[in-house]
C-alpha cells in the first residue's frame, strides 16, 4: 500500500486550504461590499450555517473520525482498492446517502424551526423569513458535502491529498463569480448566491468522486444494509457525531448571543471567524487531515516509534506557523480587517467592532489548533468517547461564559466563551493521554524548539507593533500598501528571527520535503 508522506502532506493539503481561504475571503468581502452587514448578509449567515452544522455531523464527526481510521486499517491488510476496504465504502456511501436524503426532506419541512433555533432574535423581523427561504435552498448542500467527505477520506487513507484539499476552492470560485454575474446583470445578489451554494457543493461531490475513481474506488450505491462493519462504524461514530453536536450548540449559543446583540453582530463574528480561520485552516485542516490515517496505519502496524516522529513532527508544524498567527490577530486586528472587509455597505465602524472580535479569537487560535494534533491520537486508537466526554465540559465552559458575559460585552462575550472553551478542551486532551504510552511523550527536539517559537513570536509581535505605528501615514494614503508592508515585515521577521534563535531550521524541513517527494 502506498505509504503517507507525511511533511509532503502537510505542505499539499495546507497549500490548497491556503488558496480556498484565499479565495474565502473575496468571497467574504464580496458579501460585504455587495450586502454590508444588513439583513441580507446576517440571513445568509444563518442559512449556510445550517447545512455547514449538520455537515459536521455527518463529514468531520462520522466520516473523518470513524471511517477513516476503519477504512485505512483495511487497507493496510488488504493493501489495494479490492475486497474488503471497497465493499466497506459502498456500504457506508449507501447508508449516508439515505440519511442524508431523509435529513433534508425534514429540514425543508421544519426549516422555520431550525431558524429560530439559531437566531430567536431574528422572530419578528424581516430577517426571520429571509432566512428560512435561504435555509430551504441551501440546505441540500450537506448531501452534497457530506459524500464528498466520503470520497475525501478514501483518498487521504491512500495518501492521495490533493483533489481532497482542492475541493473547497470550487465552493468559493462558484460564489464569487455568481456575485460578480448578478451585481453585472442587475439581478438580486442575495438570491444568487444562495443559489450558489448547492451548485457549489455538486461540483466539490463531482471533483473528489472522479479522483477516488482514478485510483479505484469508483464507488456503486448499493441497497442500504446495516453490516456489523456498520455497527461497528457507528459505535466509534457516536460519541464523535455527538462531540460534534457539542461544538454546533457551542455555535449555536454564539449567535443566540449576537442575534440579540446591535444590529451586524452575526456578520461581525462571522468576518472575525473567517479571519482566524485562515491560520486555522491552513494548519489544522492540514495536520487533521494528514495525521489520522498516518497514526492509524502505523500503529495497525506495530510503528510505535514511527506514531511517536509523526506526532511530534505534527505538534511542531503546527506550533511553528499557530503561534505567530495568533501573536498577529492580536497586534494588528484593526489593519487586517479594514483592508479585507472595509468597502462599499461594510463601513469604518463595522470593521473597528469586526476587529475587536478577532483580537480575542488570536488568544484562542493555538488551541484550537493543537486539539487538531491531540485528538487524533484517541481517534486512531477507536476511542472517541473521550474526545465527547472532555467536549462537554468544554460545553459547559462555553455556554456559562457567553450567557454570562452576554450582559457585560455584548456579541463579544461569545468570542470569549468560544476561546475559553478551547483552552479548557485542549488541557483536558493533553492530560488526558497520559496513558497511551511513549507515542504521546515529546521528544527532545519538540522540547528544544516549542519555547524558541513562542520567544520568536513574541518578538515579530513587538515588531508588527512598532510598525503599525510608523506605518500611519501609509495607511492614510493607502490601506491596501500599509497592510501589505506590515504583513510581509511580520513574515520576514518572525522566520528570520526563528531561524537565528533555532525555532526553526530550514534546511532540515526542505530536505524532509525532498525525501518524501
Known amino acids: 500500500m502506498k505509504p503517507i508522506r507525511l511533511v509532503r502532506g502537510f505542505v499539499t493539503v495546507g497549500g490548497w486550504t491556503l488558496m480556498s481561504r484565499v479565495l474565502g ?10 450586502l454590508g452587514a444588513g439583513p441580507a448578509a446576517e440571513a445568509f449567515v444563518v442559512a449556510f450555517s445550517l447545512p455547514n452544522m449538520f455537515r459536521r455531523f455527518f463529514a468531520e464527526g462520522t466520516l473523518n473520525v470513524a471511517f477513516v481510521p476503519l477504512f485505512s486499517k483495511k487497507l493496510e491488510t488488504t493493501g489495494g482498492a479490492e475486497g474488503d476496504a471497497k465493499r466497506f465504502a459502498e456500504d457506508t456511501l449507501s447508508v449516508l446517502a439515505t440519511v442524508l436524503i431523509v435529513l ?53 487513507a491512500t495518501g492521495r491529498f490533493a483533489a481532497a484539499a482542492a475541493a473547497p476552492v470550487l465552493l468559493n470560485v462558484v460564489l464569487s463569480v455568481a456575485m460578480i454575474t448578478a451585481a453585472k446583470l442587475g439581478w438580486p445578489v442575495d438570491r444568487a448566491l444562495i443559489w450558489a451554494v448547492p451548485v457549489a457543493g455538486l461540483a466539490q461531490l463531482l471533483m473528489v468522486w472522479r479522483a477516488a475513481a482514478k485510483v479505484g474506488f469508483g464507488l456503486r450505491p448499493r441497497l442500504p444494509r446495516l453490516t ?37 453582530a452575526l456578520q461581525y463574528l462571522n468576518l472575525a471567524d473567517r479571519l482566524y480561520q485562515l491560520p486555522l485552516g491552513v494548519v489544522a485542516i492540514a495536520i487533521g487531515v494528514v495525521l489520522l490515517p498516518d497514526l492509524s496505519r502505523r500503529l495497525q502496524a506495530g510503528d510505535g516509534q514511527g506514531a511517536r516522529d509523526a506526532y511530534n513532527r505534527a505538534f511542531e508544524f503546527a506550533l511553528l506557523l499557530t503561534v505567530p498567527a495568533a501573536i498577529a490577530l492580536i497586534v494588528i486586528p484593526e489593519p487586517l480587517i479594514s483592508f479585507l472587509f472595509q468597502r462599499g455597505a ?73 476561546t475559553f472553551a478551547a483552552w479548557g478542551m485542549v488541557t483536558l486532551l493533553w492530560f488526558g493521554k497520559s496513558d497511551m504510552g511513549v507515542e504521546v511523550h515529546a521528544d527532545p527536539r519538540l522540547v528544544r524548539r516549542a519555547p524558541r517559537i513562542l520567544i520568536a513570536s513574541l518578538m515579530m509581535g513587538a ?44 534546511v532540515e524541513l526542505k530536505g524532509a520535503v525532498k525525501r518524501q517527494n
Open 25 to 34: 475571503f473575496v468571497r467574504d468581502a464580496l458579501i460585504a461590499a455587495y
Open 104 to 156: 433534508t426532506l425534514l429540514a425543508t419541512l421544519f426549516m422555520p424551526a431550525l431558524v429560530a433555533a439559531m437566531a430567536a432574535g431574528f422572530i419578528g423581523d424581516a430577517r426571520f423569513d429571509l432566512a428560512v427561504d435561504f435555509g430551504r435552498i441551501a440546505f441540500p448542500y450537506v448531501v452534497f458535502i457530506s459524500l464528498g467527505a466520503l470520497f475525501s477520506g478514501i483518498l487521504n
Open 228 to 264: 456489523p462493519e456498520l455497527k461497528r462504524l457507528f459505535l466509534l461514530a457516536g460519541p464523535a457525531a455527538l462531540a460534534g453536536g457539542v461544538v454546533q450548540i457551542n455555535l449555536l449559543i454564539g449567535r443566540q448571543v449576537a442575534s440579540f446583540s446591535e444590529a451586524g
Open 346 to 418: 461594510f463601513t469604518p465602524e463595522d470593521a473597528h467592532k469586526t476587529a475587536y472580535a478577532v483580537a480575542i479569537y488570536g488568544l484562542g487560535l493555538p488551541a484550537f489548533v493543537m486539539q487538531k494534533v491531540l485528538q487524533p491520537l484517541y481517534f486512531a486508537r477507536e476511542d472517541t468517547k473521550t474526545p465527547f466526554r472532555f467536549a462537554l465540559y468544554s460545553m459547559v465552559i462555553n455556554a456559562a461564559a457567553a450567557i454570562g458575559l452576554s450582559f457585560f460585552i455584548g456579541y463579544l462575550a461569545a468570542a470569549v466563551a468560544t
Open 463 to 506: 515588531l508588527l507593533y512598532g510598525a503599525n505605528i510608523a506605518l500611519s501615514p501609509v495607511f492614510e494614503l493607502s490601506r491596501g500598501l500599509g497592510t501589505l508592508i506590515l504583513v510581509s515585515l511580520g513574515i520576514a521577521g518572525y522566520f528570520a528571527l526563528a531561524q537565528a534563535i533555532g525555532a526553526v531550521r530550514f
